[in-house]
């Protein structure tokens, strides 16, 4: 016999009331919204939490405690952060999540995703077509039409003057402009540089690209387990190929000139010494981004990566003098903060369950081109060969354990990095 219909009415609305109050308690499965590309104006309420909850929260995170030394006064960057390279504990930070316009240090990703594609002896002869796009006012190393590089030029063009006509031109050889974009995109996914959009391969000014200055720190650390980019990124001057000319017998010749690192705490200023134990890594300056700077530096056995991004001063060099404070504070603070986040790692080591081991690219068996300069120790008051050395990362810093599993959570050390010597 079928239910009266009042009674089938009270089910139906007790049903739905129990419905309705579980929707309105239980938790909700829902996609987290996709952060927006567009820099904002100031850091917003809420940011990424990759690599801790603190790092989300705008403003200066830190962990002030007896012992600890205070914060550098009067830094007036809208973001920055301070770690540990080789633990990846983020000793302090600024804004670390605040998406913004990231400048030539975007090409420390460019780096990290082509440099694995070619030995450094491979031949390119550049086509007019490949220096398409490059846009105006850009920096150059001064890449000619028709001339033949070796892939070992066209990177000292980009890690040293910062040349977007390198940029173009490894471009070109991967297949193009937006082949290269879509590969730096995936890569900054694998590395958990969720911050990051690329648009332009060289960080030349572009609608929607941004990244943060954590994700510029996870990138710069990825970069370093390269010996290749170790190299190039630690390298002050170096000869660069000119063009080739005709001379008073009519026979071709091609010559050379010198390039110097535009890193100012790698190669020094008027206003800026050479910091001492800096090894890289990549600096910018856009008009959007204004000036962007990250840089890794070793003392008494510690290894820093600090990132500056677009100081408010308009003093001249002012992201190499933040940097410097900070490198400062972060020396005198480390093994005495407790950290308020951590640098991830990539996710095929999350998934591989196992600490990474170092990356090797494929030129890296060779010996460096002629005209560059190796790593060197800090000066002891003694004199160079005139060319210019980086004041490079000691080495024996790593105590590798023996045997299975690491955690690598906790730790993704960098491999070793060797001091070399300067020639006599």
Do not use: C
């Amino acid at each position: 016999m079928p239910a009266p219909k009042n009674t089938v009415r009270r089910s139906l609305l007790v049903a739905s009331a129990v419905l309705l109050s579980t929707a309105l308690t239980a938790p909700v499965a829902l996609a987290a919204p996709k952060p927006s590309t567009t820099p904002s104006a100031t850091p917003p309420a809420r940011m990424s939490t990759v690599g801790g909850a603190r790092l989300g929260q705008p403003g200066t995170q830190v962990n002030l405690a007896s012992g600890v030394p205070v914060l550098p006064k009067g830094l007036s960057a809208r973001s920055w952060i301070v770690a540990d390279a080789e633990s990846g504990e983020v000793l302090a930070a600024h804004n670390a999540h605040w998406r913004l316009a990231p400048a030539s240090t975007l090409k420390m990703l460019f780096a990290d995703t082509l440099l694995p594609k070619w030995p450094r002896t491979t031949e390119h002869t550049v086509e007019v077509s490949d220096l398409a796009g490059v846009g105006a006012g850009s920096s150059m190393v001064g890449i000619k039409e028709e001339e033949t590089y070796t892939v070992h030029d066209l990177w000292l063009g980009v890690f040293l003057r910062s040349g977007n006509d390198a940029v173009h031109v490894l471009s070109a050889m991967n297949g193009g402009v937006e082949n290269t974009v879509d590969e730096m995109n995936e890569h900054a996914e694998e590395l958990q540089a969720l911050d990051t959009y690329v648009v332009s391969p060289d960080g030349y000014d572009a609608e929607r690209q941004v990244s943060s200055a954590y994700d510029l720190t996870l990138i710069a650390r990825s970069g370093l387990q390269k010996k290749d980019f170790r190299e190039y990124a630690s390298t002050v001057r170096a000869k660069f190929p000119g063009g080739t000319k005709k001379n008073k017998k009519g026979k071709k010749v091609r010559g050379s000139f010198e390039i110097q690192n535009t890193n100012r705490l790698l190669s020094g200023d008027s206003d800026v010494p050479v910091y001492q134990g800096i090894a890289g890594v990549k600096n910018g300056n856009t008009t959007n981004a204004g000036a962007t700077f990250t840089g890794v530096a070793e003392q008494g056995g510690k290894v820093l990566l600090v990132t500056v991004m677009n100081p408010q001063k308009d003093e001249s060099n002012e992201v190499y003098k933040e940097t410097a404070r900070l490198f400062d504070w972060g020396f005198k603070a480390a093994g005495k903060v407790e950290p308020v986040g951590e640098l991830v790692p990539p996710r095929s080591a999350v998934r591989a369950g196992a600490r990474p081991g170092p990356s090797a690219s494929p030129g890296e068996a060779g010996v460096a081109g002629a005209g560059s300069k190796p790593v060197a120790s800090a000066p002891t008051g003694g004199g160079t060969d005139g060319m210019g050395v980086a004041l490079g990362i000691a080495g024996g810093l790593l105590v590798l354990l023996a045997g299975g599993g690491y955690l690598v959570s906790r730790r993704w050390p960098l491999p070793d990095l060797v001091r070399r010597r300067s020639r006599p």
